[in-house]
């Protein structure tokens, strides 16, 4: 029996004394914030899904940005919106695509920010998959030369660094020898390592435009129910050369987090999805929760699990608090 010669309590009874022992600091500097670059001049459609956020054109975009790098935010990272798509989703790796476009326009006018790129063929393509499709079949090799095309195109424009989200096996070295081939070599990849196929995106289908049109994705994003094949994967994508991973979604997903960030010596990201901000969001307008305590202890989990960065949708509304402290 420790007590009472041992008294937590002791240690909580005033706020100095709480900061002075808090074991997890979330800061700004692990925040990254999602953007929709959409097509258009003025353009700024709201998400009914997601309160707080919009399809921007590119000028709206670099006004966002200039706001997150303001608040000290390090990072965005960029999903495109194209005026057409087809079964190829040529606009994902065209030269003045929607992303490419917004890359060029964010770092000329806020070069100090770090855009990041989602290299995915799934807000481009027809069908809404992420890959090519051959029949009712996503084809996996046949869609890694299209996904390289991608980075590189983003990488040609400016990015900083290039995401693949698609879980397509072996899209990570077909990147990587893509940028190197290309003298782009110094451009890192954040690797979709551990991607569920989880029912928490359902808001960012909306924002992007990207429900598949036939069936789902469970034959490339990961089984909600598996643990072990995590790790392999995440082994597989270190191997070919990605130099963060992530796990997405986060909060259902903390137990793999945690295990990936003590299994693996890289910096490991953590994405808190759409569906996890809309929820939290809208039980914060219903007057059930307290929706910035709420958000900035979500936020410490993910952090406390393991994440040495967040892509989070709450990434502007956290920084002010943090900030403010």
Same mark, same amino acid.
């Given at each position: ?10 240690m ?17 500097d692990? &925040?990254i914030l ?5 097509e258009g ?16 054109s ?5 006004e966002t ?8 935010i390090? /990072? ?25 476009r917004?890359v ?11 855009v990041?790129?989602?290299?995915c &063929?799934?807000?481009?393509t ?15 090799? &046949? ?11 983003h990488?040609?424009?400016?990015a ?11 899209r ?6 893509v ?20 029912a928490?995106?359902?808001?960012f289908?909306?924002?992007a435009?990207s429900a598949?049109?036939f069936g ?23 191997e070919?050369g990605?130099?963060?991973?992530m ?9 793999? &987090? ?5 299994e693996?010596?890289l910096?490991? /990201?953590?994405?808190?999805v ?5 929820m939290?969001?809208?039980a ?8 910035p305590?709420?958000m ?8 406390? /699990?393991?994440a ?6 709450? /990434? ?10």
């Amino acid at each position: 029996m420790l007590f009472p010669d041992y008294r937590p309590r002791r240690m909580r009874q005033n706020a100095a004394f709480r900061r002075l022992v808090r074991e997890t600091q979330l800061q700004v500097d692990d &925040l990254i914030l999602p953007l929709f670059a959409v097509e258009g001049k003025d353009v700024k459609n709201a998400i009914p899904s997601m309160p707080g956020h919009f399809q921007l054109s590119v000028n709206h975009l670099v006004e966002t940005a200039r706001e997150a790098h303001g608040l000290g935010i390090p /990072a965005v990272i960029l999903f495109g919106i194209p005026a057409r798509k087809d079964p190829m989703g040529t606009q994902a790796y065209a030269k003045d695509g929607i992303v490419q476009r917004a890359v060029r326009a964010i770092k000329s006018k806020v070069p100090d920010l770090a855009v990041i790129t989602d290299v995915c &063929l799934c807000e481009y393509t027809d069908h809404g998959h992420c890959g090519v499709v051959q029949g009712h079949i996503i084809d996996n090799d &046949l869609s890694l030369d299209l996904l390289a095309q991608t980075a590189l195109s983003h990488a040609k424009a400016g990015a900083d660094m290039v995401a693949p989200s698609d879980m397509m096996d072996g899209r990570v070295t077909e990147i990587r020898n893509v940028l190197d081939e290309a003298n782009l070599s110094h451009v890192p990849i954040m690797s979709y390592a551990a991607k569920y196929c989880s029912a928490f995106y359902g808001p960012f289908r909306e924002a992007a435009g990207s429900a598949p049109q036939f069936g789902d994705r469970s034959t490339y994003q990961m089984d909600p129910a598996n643990a072990q094949e995590a790790i392999r994967e995440v082994s597989m994508d270190v191997e070919e050369g990605a130099d963060i991973v992530m796990v997405k979604p986060a909060l259902p997903y903390l137990d793999i &987090l945690c295990r990936i960030k003590q299994e693996f010596d890289l910096p490991v /990201a953590a994405y808190n999805v759409s569906g996890e901000y809309a929820m939290i969001k809208a039980a914060a307008e219903k007057g059930w929760i307290d929706g910035p305590r709420v958000m900035m202890e979500t936020l410490t989990s993910i952090k406390r /699990a393991g994440a040495d960065m967040i892509l989070t949708y709450f /990434a502007l509304e956290a920084a002010q608090v943090l900030n403010n402290r």
